[in-house]
C-alpha cells in the first residue's frame, strides 16, 4: 500500500507553519493507521463499521431510543434502523419497552453484544505496532500532546493528576 503524503498536500496549499505540518501527520495517520487498525479489528469481529460504531454507543444496563443512537453515529434514523434489525438478528441488540411508553422502544447490548463488543475493544484499543514500538518516553509525549489537542478541541482541561498517576502506575507495573 502506497503512503499517503499528507504533508505533500500541507506544501501545496501553502502551508509552512510546524502547526500545519503536524496536522498533515495527524491526517496521515488517521488515513492511514487507524483507518486500516479499525478496518482489522471490526473484521476480526465480523462486523461492518458501521455495526461496530453502533455497539460502541450502545450500553447493556441503559436502553437509548433509536434517535438518540442516529444522533450519535450522525446518521439518519432510517438508515440505523436496518443496522439495527442486522445487530438484532445476530442476538446482539435488543430492542425493550421504555417503561415509561411502551410504544417507545429502548436499544440496549445483550450479553451477547457486551461479549462481542469486549473483545473489539480489547483489539480496537490496543495500540499498532507503530505506536507500541516507540520508546516508553515517546508514548508518553504523543499520549500527552494528543491529550492537549483534544482538550484544546472539546474545551475540556486534562487532569494533570491521572497524567501523573498512570505514569506512576505504568512504570511501577513495568518494573
Known amino acids: 500500500m502506497r503512503a ?21 501527520l495527524l491526517l496521515q495517520v488517521g488515513f492511514e493507521l487507524v483507518s486500516a487498525h479499525f478496518a482489522a479489528a471490526v473484521a476480526e469481529v465480523d462486523l461492518a463499521p458501521a455495526q461496530a460504531r453502533a455497539l460502541h454507543e450502545l450500553d447493556l ?13 450522525k446518521s439518519d434514523p432510517s438508515n440505523v434502523t436496518g443496522l439495527i434489525d442486522r445487530l438484532e438478528a445476530r442476538g446482539l441488540v435488543e430492542r425493550r419497552p421504555d417503561p415509561r411508553d411502551r410504544r417507545i422502544k429502548g436499544l440496549a ?12 475493544f480489547a483489539r480496537l484499543y490496543s495500540a499498532p505496532p507503530a505506536v507500541a514500538a516507540l520508546a516508553k518516553g515517546d508514548q508518553w509525549a504523543l499520549r500527552d500532546v494528543l491529550q492537549r489537542v483534544v482538550s484544546n478541541s472539546t474545551g475540556e482541561v486534562s487532569d494533570p493528576s491521572r497524567r501523573t498517576s498512570s505514569r506512576t502506575t505504568d512504570a511501577t507495573t513495568a518494573t
Open 61 to 73: 444496563e441503559r436502553p437509548i431510543s433509536m434517535r438518540e443512537l442516529a444522533e450519535r453515529l
Open 109 to 120: 447490548l445483550t450479553a451477547a453484544g457486551a461479549r462481542l463488543r469486549a473483545r473489539l
Open 4 to 24: 499517503v503524503d499528507c504533508c505533500r498536500g500541507a506544501r501545496l496549499a501553502g502551508s509552512a507553519s510546524v502547526a500545519d505540518h503536524a496536522w498533515a
